[in-house]
């Protein structure tokens, strides 16, 4: 069964710094891009960073770039989000995915909340 693991949110000052960590079973993990979505509250679920299976190729929102840095780690089947520069409008139940697997369930998600 696909299963999709998020953890490492929390509360943060705008400026501050969180990483988040996905652990991901259930599928051949190496040969799967990997991207992390959110969801603001009244907004519709948005791509936020994919990493690419070989090599490692990443893309991001223009929203993030030069913030976020998402990375893998094949060997324990995890995918990492660095936030970094938060702002308020980051606040978002952020989760992660493998896009080609289209049918599996989402995970619960982990609760990104940047405020003073």
């Known amino acids: 069964q696909v299963q999709f693991v998020e953890s490492g949110g929390g509360l943060v000052q705008p400026g501050g710094s969180l990483r988040l960590s996905c652990a991901a079973s259930?599928?051949?993990?190496?040969?799967?891009?990997m991207s992390w979505y959110r969801q603001a509250p009244g907004k519709e679920r948005e791509l936020v960073a994919s990493?690419?299976?070989?090599?490692?190729?990443?893309n991001y929102a223009d929203s993030v770039k030069g913030r976020f840095t998402i990375s893998r780690d094949n060997a324990q089947n995890t995918v990492t989000l660095q936030m970094n520069s938060l702002k308020p409008e980051d606040t978002a139940v952020y989760y992660c995915?493998?896009?080609?697997?289209?049918?599996?369930?989402w995970g619960q998600g982990t609760q990104v909340t940047v405020s003073s």
């Open positions: 995915r493998a896009p080609g697997l289209a049918l599996a369930s």
């Open positions: 259930g599928f051949t993990f190496s040969v799967f891009a």
């Open positions: 990493i690419a299976s070989v090599r490692g190729s990443t």
